[in-house]
């Protein structure tokens, strides 16, 4: 088996389930982005090729598993100020950089900013499809433990106020019986809150509901025992 059909598989792989993975690249280069846009496609990735990082920005980018090949030196926005852009935005894609002027204080501030990957050219196409692989595995990760989090904050949301107050205790490792006193609840009564909060959020044990908790960045305090 080849380079080239090795990543073939492995770039399918990489495949959100119901859509395309998908590679945005900026550069300022009609040949570069022809060849970049020519290789990933030769493996089954979708492609959107941009020529300045303010055409990136003034588009829709679609909402799928995705990586960006950005060239460092481009006219107007640099690559690395377009790094900064995306993160004001609080648009995530994994960033590979590319580029033919590198230097190792350019390269620092790269990844300190959250690349995957800084390429000088020329680099072998094998690096470039192995970093792209590696992005986008990353994102569709990214990708789902949000939208883990997202579930799990809407399942919280719709508890009602006592029932909240209930799973903080139970996750602070406080018994039925001192919730209670707590709450100023009868016990039984406690027990019930209990049982609604558990089903409601699907915790089967204490110790998936602290997972949760620890997710959503809960944490219990003696107000909430006041709600």
Known sequence: MTERSDSRTTAANAEKPGGEAIVFIVDDDVSVRRSLTSLLRSVG???????????????????????????VRLPGLSGLELQNELAKLNIHIPIIFITGHG???????????????????PFRD??????????????????????????????????SPREQAVLKLVAAGLMNKQIAAEMGLAEITVKIYRGQMMKKMGARSVAALIRMTERLGIQASHSDAQT
């Not at 941009?50 to 060239?71: I, R, T």
């Open 45 to 71: 990735l979708d492609v959107l090729a941009f020529g300045s990082a303010q055409e990136m920005l003034q588009s829709k980018l679609p909402h799928s598993n995705s990586c960006l090949v950005l060239d």
């Open 126 to 159: 094998q690096q470039l499809l192995d970093a792209v692989v590696a992005a986008i595995e990353r994102d569709r990760k990214r990708r789902e433990a949000e939208t883990a989090t997202s579930k799990l904050q809407s399942l919280f949301d719709a508890l």
């Open 103 to 121: 230097d190792i204080p350019m390269s620092v501030q790269a990844m300190k900013g959250g690349a995957v990957d800084f390429l000088t050219k």
